[in-house]
Structures are given as structure tokens and as C-alpha cells.
């Protein structure tokens, strides 16, 4: 006798912004009688609600049951094989956007919703990247490491066919995501120009103090007063009062000198 494959049976029930869809698959002779308690559950934000799936009648030994949820016309896993599964959100992805030849580059990769914990993969101008540069001879050039656990992807040291569009792509069993596209460039050293500028740095600094030098020659930085000396006001020589009279109004000679 032919095996002939049963229809889909399908149980939709609402949930607040969309619907969880119960599939039952894989039921080749017989049938299969669903009935729900609720079909129509409507729960508030952040409460628990139950949603049931009775197997009245079947003649399946072990119907395979998947809970899924539509959204936006995209399907993703909310329970199969026993266990809670929920699709990844895009991931939060940094790259650096200028890194010099030579030198070493991290980008990362981080997403926390997904459950189970999602696995990660990088694409560089929409081609897959390798784990390890090194496996793949298209990536000869390159030197990088790519942590599909953590989402790091870390080059050693980059080269020039390194700069191009980087995304990452966070996914399980339930869905996957992926972050926006982000610009690398990498760039070369301009060795000659740092030594031409080092070199102009040390002529500008030389001329400073030459010009110091000359300017101090000159006497522009010498103080007014005398060297080794210190201005004195006239006052009166040992041995010599000069006294005042009322008539005269002036000085007179008192006394002559001592010697």
C-alpha cells in the first residue's frame, strides 16, 4: 500500500501583536484531532500566558510539534525538539573605519536575545569570510582569526585587500540577522612625509634659537641699569656739614675736611 502524505494540520492562536502557529508534520497514515482550551488568548506585556495544544486522536506514534511565530510575514521557531528556541536580533557590530598597513584590526560582533546562543560569521563585501585566513586560498593575502562563538574576527596585521564592506550574521536554529554594512579602509604610512615633517619641525626650532642667540648679543634682553654697579643719589662726603641760616636761606660751608 502507498504512503500518501496527510495535509498540514495548522492551530493558530493570538498573542497580543501576532500569532504562534502549531505545526504537526511528518503524519504519513491516519489522522491527527487537535483542540486548543484557548484559542484566542489576549495577555498583557510581561505577563505569562499558556497556550495548549491537545492531541485528541492520532495514529502517529511521535507527530513532530512546532511551535513558530509570524511576524511581519517572517516565520521563526518559538519551541521545537523540546526545547525553547528564539531568533536572533540584529547584532551591534564594530568596525574600525581606518587602520594603517601593517597593523592590528578587531572587529566584533554581539548579539544577546537569541536563544540558543547564536553563532556568528562576518562577510567582507558580501563574501563569506573563513575562520582561518590561512584555510582558504582566496584569502592568502590576509592574516585573520574569526571566533564564530564570541563574534571576533581579529586580523594580525592588515593589508590593503583587507578594506572593503564588513557585516556580521548572528544565527540558530530559530533565524538569523545581521548588522549594517560598515566601512574598513586601511591605509598605507607615509613614511617619507613624517620624516620630511620631523625634519621641518627641528629647522623651525633651530632658526628660534639662533635668532635668540643673536638677539641677545645684540642687548636687546640686557637691563638698563649698569653691570656690577647700582645708582647712587649725591649725599654728603664725610667731614663736611652744610648748615642753614634764616637769613641766608641756604646752605653754608661749616667745617672743612678731615683728613
Not at 523540546?82 to 601593517?102: L, T
Request: hydrophobic share 35%; proline share 5%; charged share 25%.
Amino acid at each position: 500500500m502507498a504512503l500518501r502524505r496527510r495535509p498540514t494540520v495548522r492551530l493558530c492562536a493570538r498573542l497580543s501583536d501576532f500569532f504562534l502557529l502549531l505545526l504537526f508534520r511528518g503524519c504519513l497514515i491516519g489522522a491527527v484531532n487537535l483542540k486548543s482550551s484557548n484559542r484566542t488568548p489576549v495577555v498583557q506585556e510581561f505577563e505569562s500566558v499558556e497556550l495548549s495544544c491537545i492531541i485528541t486522536d492520532s495514529q502517529t506514534n511521535d507527530p513532530r510539534i512546532e511551535w513558530k511565530k509570524i511576524q511581519d510575514d517572517r516565520t521563526a521557531y518559538v519551541f521545537f525538539d523540546n526545547r525553547i528556541q528564539v531568533k536572533p536580533v540584529p547584532p551591534v557590530c564594530r568596525v574600525p573605519k581606518a587602520v594603517p598597513v601593517g597593523k592590528t584590526a578587531t572587529l566584533q560582533c554581539q548579539e544577546s536575545e537569541g536563544f540558543p546562543r547564536p553563532h556568528y560569521s562576518w562577510y567582507r563585501n558580501d563574501v563569506p569570510l573563513p575562520t582561518d585566513s590561512r584555510a582558504n586560498p582566496r584569502f592568502r593575502n590576509s592574516s585573520f582569526l574569526l571566533n564564530s562563538e564570541t563574534g571576533t574576527l581579529v586580523f594580525s596585521a592588515v593589508h590593503k585587500e583587507d578594506s572593503g564592506q564588513y557585516y556580521c550574521i548572528a544565527s540558530n536554529d530559530a533565524g538569523s540577522a545581521r548588522c549594517e554594512e560598515q566601512m574598513m579602509e586601511v591605509y598605507d604610512l607615509n613614511i617619507g612625509g613624517i620624516i620630511g615633517g620631523i625634519l621641518v619641525v627641528l629647522a623651525v626650532l633651530a632658526l628660534i634659537t639662533v635668532g635668540i642667540c643673536c638677539a641677545y648679543r645684540r642687548g636687546y634682553f640686557i637691563n638698563n641699569k649698569q653691570n656690577g654697579e647700582s645708582y647712587k643719589s649725591p649725599g654728603k662726603s664725610d667731614g663736611v656739614n652744610y648748615v642753614r641760616t634764616e637769613e641766608e636761606g641756604d646752605f653754608r660751608h661749616k667745617s672743612s675736611f678731615v683728613i
